[in-house]
């Protein structure tokens, strides 16, 4: 985003915070004296905002008092708040850029089972609130993909939530709580799918990410595919560089068909999740793999999942690359811990995450030297290198837009024989691209990248 948006949410974000404090204040006046100058649901209103705030802005006895207050409080008025104002912050969440995966996902990883099934059921009544001129396609297909349970209504969803549950009333009243601290605690992110209301929203995609046709990188896809099923890590290495050259070669004909044809395209944005653990050394790889795609990643620590910005193709085989040679670096871990004696440090975290970050850059290498082949081999006159640089510097231009200045953060792995492990397992295969054509399938794959 710009640096004036991130201004004015930042004002935003300020005037919130004091406006919150202000009203937790009252509410803390009014439990001290026992006036009932509040209705009953805003008391509920306001002890579900002051128990659901972030830890910075409230203490613990603070929140537990809310808690205690609203076990006691008429059980239907303070679901009916809690469902409105599950809604209410879950329409916030979608316009700050959130999309249905992206919310689950977070509710998952800070909070618990139960709450994460309440976080489904709100996402479900909010979905039965809107039209299907509403929704764009791919947001419809992600709630399919989550599978969210049905609501009839999007008001007593909660109640009857908590009676399939078979929980007691404190517990769900601290389920709401948890779900609503999740979602007040989300800062706002890039909009990458129009939120449902929108004016957009409702409409077709712009063709940008279709994909799915390409015979190169269905080729790719299958030489991967080809790399993760092989037990021999040197046969993996070899599948994984001929992707590579394929996928170099590919783009290098995109390039110059897009200069040529004065063909207008934009970088594009994808978000991918990073998973725990050595969820650091993880996204170190995918943004070595990134940067040797001709691509941008960049890391929310917080949040654990990566933004990367390019042009479709590009994107496209970034995603595949990243999730291949992550799935080779685990087998070569699990091989690595399976041959090792009992004791060894193979089964260690500190092991691991050297493994990974040394693999990590070894990869970045190993793609460097296949491009700077492959687009020697094809610059013969010299017009390709302008080419591609000028299509880097747009998808800088787009990550220096949307991120502002960013910040480097170094990823440790001091480990010195998982250091070694994670080099050799990067570094198996010969690099030189002659080594690797042998045979009429080699020289096949070739020449499909070539034409």
């Known amino acids: 985003m710009g640096k004036n948006n991130r201004q004015r949410r930042a004002a935003k974000a300020q005037r919130k915070t004091k406006q919150r404090s202000a009203r937790d204040d009252r509410f803390r006046s009014q439990e001290s004296s026992g006036t009932e100058s509040f209705t009953t649901r805003e008391l509920a209103d306001g002890l579900l905002d002051l128990a659901a705030a972030p830890a910075r802005a409230v203490d613990d006895e603070s929140v537990t008092a809310a808690l205690k207050r609203l076990y006691t409080l008429d059980r239907a008025v303070v679901a009916a708040e809690a469902e409105r104002s599950a809604l209410r912050s879950t329409g916030a969440v979608w316009n700050g850029g959130w999309q249905p995966s992206e919310l689950v996902r977070q509710v998952q990883r800070t909070t618990n089972g139960a709450t994460t099934r309440l976080a489904l059921v709100s996402i479900a009544a909010d979905h039965q609130r809107r039209r299907a001129y509403e929704l764009d396609p791919r947001w419809i297909d992600q709630l399919d993909r989550l599978a969210v349970p049905h609501v009839a209504s999007p008001t007593g969803w909660l109640t009857s939530w908590a009676e399939r549950e078979q929980m007691q009333w404190p517990e769900t009243v601290r389920a709401v709580v948890a779900f609503l601290r999740c979602l007040h605690s989300l800062s706002c992110i890039e909009i990458l799918i129009p939120p449902p209301g929108t004016p957009s929203a409702g409409r077709a995609p712009l063709d940008q990410t279709s994909t799915a ?179 880097s510097s747009v998808v800088d231009a787009a990550v220096d837009e949307m991120f502002g200045q960013l910040r480097e953060t170094p990823v440790r792995g001091y480990d010195s024989a998982g250091w070694a492990s994670g080099n050799l397992a990067a570094d198996l295969a010969q690099l030189n691209s002659g080594d690797l054509i042998s045979g009429d399938a080699d020289a096949e794959l070739l020449q499909l990248a070539i034409e």
């Open 213 to 391: 046709n390409d015979p190169i990188l269905e080729r790719v896809r299958a030489l991967l595919a080809q790399a993760e099923s092989t037990t021999f890590e040197a046969e993996a290495e070899a599948f994984t560089t001929k992707a590579q050259e394929l996928i170099t070669r590919h783009a290098i004909d995109i390039a110059i068909l897009s200069a040529r044809t004065a063909r207008s395209e934009t970088p594009i944005t994808l978000r991918v999740p990073i998973d725990d653990p050595y969820a650091d050394a993880k996204s170190l790889l995918l943004q070595v793999v990134a940067q040797n795609s001709r691509c941008r990643a960049v890391y929310y620590d917080r949040y654990a999942m990566s933004a990367v910005v390019g042009f479709a193709s590009d994107l496209a085989a970034t995603e595949m690359l990243f999730t291949s040679l992550l799935v080779q670096a685990q087998a070569a871990m699990q091989a690595a811990a399976a041959a090792a004696p009992s004791g060894a440090r193979t089964r260690s975290r500190s092991f691991r995450a050297a493994f990974l970050v040394a693999y990590a850059q070894r990869i970045g290498t190993r793609l460097e030297e296949i491009n700077t082949a492959v687009t020697a081999a094809a610059d013969t006159d010299g017009s390709i290198v302008p080419v591609l640089a000028a299509r």
